[in-house]
Nanobody, 122 residues
């Protein structure tokens, strides 16, 4: 059974940091990404990484503040979030796809975690 389990969400003040983790089990994935969905809004791309971690992509809204990384020995991908702002408040989802091609479209990812809530207070 394919599973992605996120952890690390929580409540933080603006300017603070959080690190999200996503543990993958049951299958070997290649490209992996993070997406988020705020209340009343569509799910949006945040960051993605190739299997090696050598290629990374970021949404303009998080570039310079968030860093995606992965530890394949632990089957885990991370999202380090610094300088958080209230607009970052959302449920964050880990996603994986069985392809070497890194994409930013949620429609191209076929495995999803349950999500973890991130709330940034002003």
């Amino acid at each position: 059974q394919v599973q992605l389990v996120e952890s690390g969400g929580g409540l933080v003040q603006a300017g603070g940091s959080l690190r999200l983790s996503c543990l993958a089990s049951g299958r070997t994935f290649t490209a992996m990404g993070w997406f988020r969905q705020a209340p009343g809004k569509e799910r949006e791309f945040v960051a993605a990484t190739s299997w090696s971690g050598g290629s990374t992509y970021y949404a303009d809204s998080v570039k310079g503040r968030f860093t995606i990384s992965r530890d394949n020995a632990k089957n885990t991908v991370y999202l380090q979030m610094n300088s958080l702002i209230p607009e970052d408040t959302a449920v964050y989802y880990c996603a994986a796809r069985s392809s070497v091609v890194v994409t930013t479209s949620s429609f191209t990812y076929n495995n999803w975690g349950q999500g973890t809530q991130v709330t940034v207070s002003s």
